[in-house]
């Protein structure tokens, strides 16, 4: 089994969210801000959710403030913020560092699995996403640049499989 | 003049296939309009100049390597309102229109070339030369407080190719601020640019620097090459030689850090073209890609880390006075520009943790293990023989870690990460994480790395650095408070004597010249602390010794200050080893009582002969106020009566019986009319009064 299906990060209301729930199923993890240029991203991560959560999509969103300090919100004004603006219905979890001594747990064994742009494995701004296929193995990882639409058919194939 | 727009056209239509001639004649047509023409004139030529080179896209890509030279020429005081919006410069937005269209349509290797030509000889001192009427030391209340505030565009790297026109002018906190209006604030007709004081010259640096950065990296972006870290290793080398001949005279730094921020964030190496990857062997092509990255990783980390200690050079982030704060649970009161330096700080943090710069690993191997390293052949104190010998080695510890860096600069052939970055990005970590990067660190390695990067400075102004000498007394502190003191002492004890005086001089030295009151008095605590914790004999011999030697009259009268405290208070009850053995059950008659608790002792014991020695001293700055009497020597004097005031239960009565009627003496026969001098009449008063009752009883 791989060890993605081990983890459980803290959600935000502080319970673990068991990733062992997530077998068989294809993740969008990404590192959200609420105020970032790229916070917009939000409205297509939301979308995609909708359109593919019933075929066994899951999307999960860690706040994140290390990227210039564009997310200086509590655990419940950031999902307050995410559902009010952008009705988001997909899991948040609990503010997270995910670069640095203190990453989460979640973040050190995504960028352990796939490295960014030249090699470098620490995380380089918010929104950036790691999509992981259903056996649990980190299948991309996608830079901030990245709209999360365009990543519809590397999801329905993944999907498929 | 008026028709050069015209003759700008012709020369496109007629020259287009003698490019020779056609840059030649807009060379030209460019300084004399520059030298002679009105700023109406200027704006029209610049516009019919956009115009061709929109219209004329295949000669633009022949020419375009040889405009940006020309073009940066319009980029001075004259041409630029520096009360207004810099949207509303009409010259200088032109120029930025031509040099977007260099940079999306000219050929991208000679336009790059060009620009980190120009980007290297970028200099201040220069723009004199084309900015006659620029005076060197004008200062003007500039629209560069606009201009700092052309932010990082986070989060829009998409659009940055497309116009960066807009996005130099733009200011991005408005966007959201003024959604429902028009027309944005900074394009209103009763606009004024904030004031923020800088240098005219510094203000025409910065607006080039930008232009010329923004061409080098949207062409970087153009090149299509399998070797991308040749061309990034050019734009950091030229980026290197601007800040080398520039951070020194730079006021805001931190516009030029942010520059380099967003170069470094947003780099995207450059493509090879999908026919030269076709006609290389896969294996080849994976080994090459490979070490390419790898030397892209290294350029990036350098970039930023070596950026970091040129521009930070006159900043300071008060951390030892924040980590003060924070223990104290005082008010930490940083104002605007902590925050901005700050800010950027935090940022470069963030981006040396995205660049997988493990900041504990390299503190631990380049800040702490290298700095011991430089120090770790001096001899012992059994070892040195006399005083002449141990005079010598004094000043070699001074000098050691300046020759190291000489040696390390002239060996250096890597690549590696710069120590002193390091080490500003470990403040960095406290300030974001509100603890030490290295919690582990001993008192011993905080005086090495002080000594490393405070010493340089005192053989060269190259390694001036403000930040550093800060955050050292922030590590210094963070030892302090967080190792148990018989462990410091035990640590303290084990380092020969004469590195322990050299550190506290300095460190003396270093807390008496802050210009800010609470700086001073965090600084002075530190210093206080350390001497709590030195061997008794190494603290009185170095106050005795700058109480006797030292140049400087508000130096002593700090050190008899601490003198004062270090003979008055007492250790609070003793480490942990103390306290082991007082609960010690010692199987005896006593079993079950404690041992007597050990009676309170001072950090620094008053004896016979300490108590003769201050009393020399006392005498000597008395004799110095009969000599010339003045604010510095009546003040000392003053210190010294205040000292022996404060002692003047356990000081020797005879001592102080002399003093006193020396200083009667004095007094009576001064007829100079010193205001510090009815202040030591005051004192000296209430001395002979405690004399007298001591007699009496």
Known sequence: MSKFYALAPTDKTGKPFEFSQLEGKVVLIVNVASKCGFTPQYKELQELYKKYNPQGLEIIGFPCNQFGHQEPGTDSEIGQFCQVNYGVTFPIMKKVDVNGSDEDPVWAYLKSQKSGLLGFKGIKWNFEKFLVDKKGNVHERYSSLTKPASLENTIEELLSQ | ?697
């Open chain 2, 1 to 697: 003049m008026d028709n050069l727009p015209g003759k700008v056209a012709r020369a496109f239509k007629e020259d287009s296939e003698d490019v020779v001639t056609l840059v030649t004649v807009i060379d030209l047509y460019c300084s004399q309009v520059n030298r002679e023409g009105t700023r109406a004139q200027k704006e029209a030529f610049l516009e019919a100049l956009f115009c061709q080179l929109t219209l004329n896209k295949e000669v633009l890509a022949k020419i375009a390597w040889d405009l940006p030279k020309s073009l940066l020429n319009f980029i001075v005081i004259e041409n630029v309102d520096t009360d207004k919006a810099l949207l509303k410069s009409k010259v200088f937005r032109l120029v930025v229109k031509c040099f977007n269209e260099i940079s999306l349509h000219g050929n991208a290797k000679e336009c790059f070339l060009t620009g980190c030509e120009i980007l290297s000889k970028l200099k201040r001192d220069n723009l004199e030369l084309e900015d006659d009427n620029a005076e060197a030391d004008e200062k003007v209340e500039t629209s560069a407080s606009l201009l700092s505030s052309i932010e990082l565009s986070d989060g829009t790297e998409e659009a940055r190719s497309e116009d960066f026109v807009a996005e130099a002018i733009k200011l991005p906190h408005e966007k959201t601020e003024n959604k429902s209006e028009d027309i944005p604030r900074h394009l209103r007709d009763d606009f004024v640019a904030p004031p923020l004081e800088r240098g005219v010259e510094e203000f025409i640096l910065e607006l080039r620097l930008h232009v010329v950065l923004e061409m080098v990296t949207t062409t970087l972006k153009r090149i299509h090459t399998l070797y991308p870290s040749r061309f990034l290793g050019m734009a950091v080398g030229s980026l290197f030689a601007f800040g080398r001949s520039n951070a020194d005279q730079i006021d805001d730094s931190v516009f030029v850090l942010r520059r380099v921020f967003a170069f470094a964030r947003g780099y995207i190496p450059p493509q090879p073209t999908q026919e030269v990857i076709r006609d290389i062997p896969k294996d080849d092509y994976n080994k090459i890609v490979e070490d390419e990255n790898c030397l892209q990783r290294k350029l990036l980390r350098s970039l930023i880390t070596t950026s970091l200690n040129l521009f930070l050079k006159k900043s300071e982030l008060h951390v030892a006075e924040a980590l003060f704060a924070q223990i104290k649970n005082l008010q930490f009161e940083p104002d605007s520009l902590w925050t901005v330096v700050n800010g950027i700080s935090s940022r470069y943090f963030q981006l040396a943790l995205s660049f997988d710069i493990d900041l504990e690993k390299e503190f631990v191997t380049r800040c702490i293990e290298e700095s011991k390293r430089i120090y770790q052949s001096l001899p012992k104190d059994s070892e040195i023989v006399n005083d002449n010998a141990r005079k010598a080695i004094g000043q070699v510890i001074y000098q050691l870690a300046y020759t190291y860096n000489l040696q390390k600069l002239a060996n250096e052939k890597d690549l590696s990460l710069d120590a002193g970055s390091i080490l500003i990005l470990s403040a960095s970590h406290f300030l974001e994480k509100n603890k030490p990067l290295y919690p582990g660190i001993k008192i011993d390695d905080c005086i090495y790395m002080y000594l490393r990067f405070v010493t340089p400075a005192m053989f060269s102004q190259a390694y001036d650095h403000d930040f550093m000498v800060d955050v050292c007394h922030y590590w210094i502190l963070t030892a302090v408070l967080n190792v148990p003191c018989h462990e410091n002492r035990k640590i303290l004890s084990k380092l020969p004597s004469y590195l322990n005086v050299i550190f506290l001089q300095i460190l003396l030295l270093k807390a008496t010249t802050p210009a800010g009151g609470k700086q001073r008095m965090v600084l002075l605590t530190t210093l206080t602390r350390v001497l709590c914790l030195m061997p008794e004999n190494i603290t009185f011999d170095f106050a005795v010794d700058t109480l006797l030697s030292c140049p400087f009259p508000h130096i002593k009268c700090c050190m008899l200050g601490i003198l004062k405290d270090l003979m008055i208070n007492t250790r609070p009850h003793e480490s942990d080893v103390t306290d082991a053995l007082s609960t010690l059950s010692i199987k005896d008659d006593a079993s079950d009582k404690k041992a007597p608790p050990v009676p309170p002792r001072p950090f620094l014991v008053i004896t016979e002969d300490r108590m003769a020695a201050i009393h020399s001293l006392a005498l000597l700055a008395l004799k110095s106020l009969k000599q010339s009497p003045s604010k510095e020597t009546s003040t000392l004097m003053l210190t010294y009566l205040n000292f022996l005031s404060g002692l003047r239960m356990k000081w020797d009565l005879i001592f102080l019986g002399e003093i006193v009627k020396e200083l009667s003496q004095f007094l009576q026969e001064e007829e100079s009319e010193l205001s510090e001098l009815e202040f030591l009449r005051i004192a000296n008063s209430d001395l002979i009064a405690f004399l007298e009752e001591e007699t009496k009883a």
